[in-house]
């Protein structure tokens, strides 16, 4: 019963974003496209819940404008009755990846204790802030941990993510470097997985490592403290368990 409220909240922004705005929307994009080339293509054009602002949406990024298009916002929009930021939220829902088209033969499993929640894990070797994870990750139990090699910050980390993923044992030689400072083995194998990594890294913008994706498609660019990581497995799980039963 306690997710009713926030669960509320989100249908009323809902609601408010999808009013019609068909009367201005041609002005918007008109005005817009003319004066500033870079948002020739806009995706969409939704009314907000404040009085003549107007959301315009190239992709994931959010921007808002009056009805004339005469002025252009790039920041957020806080809703202080009901202490929302309504940007966040919005970004949070355009990034999200649903979980059952990610291609998870592309990554490698970890499982702890029952293994019944779910998370992916895009992650470069090289990366610091993804070792930081790793030992978080260690507090966690009863999760299965799909972890992208995702090199993206030196050819040294195309290296090692080759010798990972051509490895044996992949989960305990990741362990072994992100955990005990133990390089990869030199190793060959069929690596297309890891340009297909990149690929989707690159069409869902995942510009940073660690980016994190939970079973109800939320993700967090960034690490998290292993507290707010268990908090967000317990969430997703419950959501997806709930969509899934619709």
């Known amino acids: 019963m306690k997710l009713l409220p926030s669960l509320l909240a989100a249908a009323a ?7 019609p705005v068909s009367a201005q929307e041609s002005t918007i994009r008109k005005t817009l496209a003319e004066r500033i080339p870079q948002l020739e293509k806009i995706d969409e054009v939704r009314s907000t819940p404040m009085s003549g602002l107007y959301e315009v949406r190239v992709g994931t990024d959010v921007f808002y404008t009056d009805a004339k298009g005469n002025f252009l916002i790039q920041g957020e929009l806080i809703d202080t009755k009901a202490r929302r930021n309504l940007t966040e939220d919005r970004i949070a829902k355009l990034s999200a990846v649903d979980f059952s088209t990610l291609p998870l033969k592309d990554a490698f499993i970890t499982v702890r204790g029952n293994g019944k929640r779910q998370l992916v894990v895009f992650a470069d070797p090289n990366c610091g802030y993804c070792k930081r994870f790793e030992r978080d990750l260690q507090k966690i139990d009863n999760v299965t941990v799909h972890t992208f090699l995702y090199p ?14 051509c490895a044996k044992d992949r989960s305990n030689t990741w362990d072994d470097w992100m955990l005990r400072d133990k390089t990869p083995a030199d190793a060959s194998c069929d690596t297309a997985a890891l340009q297909r990594n990149l690929a989707f890294g690159k069409k869902h913008k995942i510009t940073g490592t660690p980016t994190l994706i939970f079973s109800d498609g939320s993700r967090v660019p960034g690490a998290i403290a292993s507290a707010d990581l268990e908090k967000r497995l317990t969430d997703s799980a419950s959501a997806a368990s709930t969509s899934s039963a619709r």
Do not use: G, Q
């Open 13 to 19: 922004v809902a609601l408010a974003f999808s009013a």
């Open 152 to 165: 993206i910050l030196s050819p040294d980390s195309a290296e090692k993510s080759r010798n990972i993923w």
